[in-house]
Structures are given as structure tokens and as C-alpha cells.
């Protein structure tokens, strides 16, 4: 069974740092490009960064870049988001989340299209000004 479990979220003022991590058990996260997600109150789920081992590239949101950095750790199988110079417009719940028909970044942050089978439950992160 596949399983993703984030964890790491919390409340952080501007300008602060959190890492967020991803477990995944049920598959290698180098079998799929894995994707972070957030949604905001009252906003649909957006994608915020992507990881895939194929092709060793990543993907981030335009809003994050320079500041978000996706990694991971295989001997774990868990995969991190960094996220520096936070801002109170990032405060939202955090998704990793994966799907077999993504082994690389491209499509997945139009995960309403294509689809997404595997979600986590989600970590909150809040960012106050």
C-alpha cells in the first residue's frame, strides 16, 4: 500500500525557514517524480515544487523559486522542501504527493488533468506577518 506522510509544518514568521518532509513508504521514490503541493484557504491546490530521479530535474512554482528547494533522501525514501524567506502568502497545508504515470516533472503540477492516485494527509504551515 502506498503511503506518504508529511510532516514538518508549524507557525514561522516572515523571513523563516522550515523543512518539511515527505515519507513515502509502498514504492521507491525513485521509481516516480514526486511532487509538493499546497492549498490555501478559500484556493485551489497548486503545485509548489517537483522532483524526479529519472532525469535527476526539478520543477517549482514561479512564486517559490529562489526560495524552495526540493531534495530528497532515497536511503530514507523520504523527500524535503526547504523553504526560506517565507512570506505570509505561503501560509497553506503542504502535500507531497505521487502517481505512477509521472516518472518525470512534466504534467504533474496540472495534476487536475492528468490526475494524482497518491496524496498525504498534509502538514500546515503558517507564516505570520
Known amino acids: 500500500e502506498v503511503q506518504l506522510v508529511e510532516s514538518g509544518g508549524g507557525l514561522v514568521q516572515t523571513g523563516g525557514s522550515l523543512r518539511l518532509s515527505c515519507a513515502a513508504s509502498?514504492?521507491?521514490?525513485?521509481?516516480?517524480?514526486i511532487g509538493w503541493f499546497r492549498q490555501a484557504p478559500g484556493k485551489e491546490r497548486e503545485g509548489v515544487a517537483c522532483s524526479s530521479s529519472e532525469d535527476g530535474s526539478t520543477d517549482y512554482a514561479d512564486s517559490v523559486k529562489g526560495r524552495f528547494t526540493i531534495s530528497s533522501d532515497n536511503d530514507k525514501n523520504t523527500v524535503y522542501l526547504q523553504m526560506n524567506s517565507l512570506k505570509p502568502e505561503d501560509t497553506a497545508v503542504y502535500y507531497c504527493?505521487?502517481?505512477?504515470?509521472?516518472?518525470?516533472?512534466?504534467?504533474?503540477?496540472?495534476?487536475?488533468?492528468?490526475?494524482?492516485?497518491?496524496w498525504g494527509k498534509g502538514t500546515l504551515v503558517t507564516v505570520s506577518s
Open positions: 509502498g514504492f521507491n521514490i525513485d521509481d516516480y517524480a
Open positions: 504527493a505521487a502517481d505512477p504515470i509521472y516518472t518525470y516533472c512534466n504534467g504533474l503540477f496540472d495534476w487536475q488533468h492528468y490526475g494524482m492516485d497518491h
